[in-house]
């Protein structure tokens, strides 16, 4: 499998469709002498959710980065700029048949490249 992360210029791809995904714990970050840490609660039964598709439209205010196999845009990230020059991860998804190769990793680590420019 060639994944390839790149800009997306266009309306179609940043309106990938939301899919369902494992909710199977809680991550509980916490703050002790200046240092982000968090623990991991798992839950006894894991369930599934879907959140609803969003409507973007294409704006100049964002970053957007798809991952792409071939044509096929199958992982998407959206930073919102700030007017303090910092990047917000508003959106990460990856569809559901190429979850578990690394992609949101490397959507991740090109939104964190974004944020160093």
């Not at 957007?64 to 071939?70: D, Q, S």
């Not at 990856?94 to 190769?101: F, I, M, P, T």
């Amino acid at each position: 499998m060639s994944i390839q992360i790149k800009a997306i210029h266009n309306q179609i791809d940043i309106n990938l469709p939301n899919e369902p995904f494992k909710i199977w714990g809680q991550m509980i970050p916490s703050l002790e002498n200046v240092k982000w840490d968090y623990t991991i609660k798992r839950f006894e039964q894991t369930s599934t959710q879907c959140f609803p598709n969003e409507n973007y439209d294409y704006d100049d205010n964002a970053i957007y980065l798809g991952a792409y196999e071939g044509e096929k845009c199958i992982g998407l990230a959206i930073l919102q700029k700030d007017m303090f020059k910092y990047l917000y991860l508003d959106d990460l998804k990856v569809n559901s048949a190429y979850r578990k190769h690394g992609i949101g990793s490397k959507l991740i680590a090109a939104c964190m490249n974004e944020a160093k420019k």
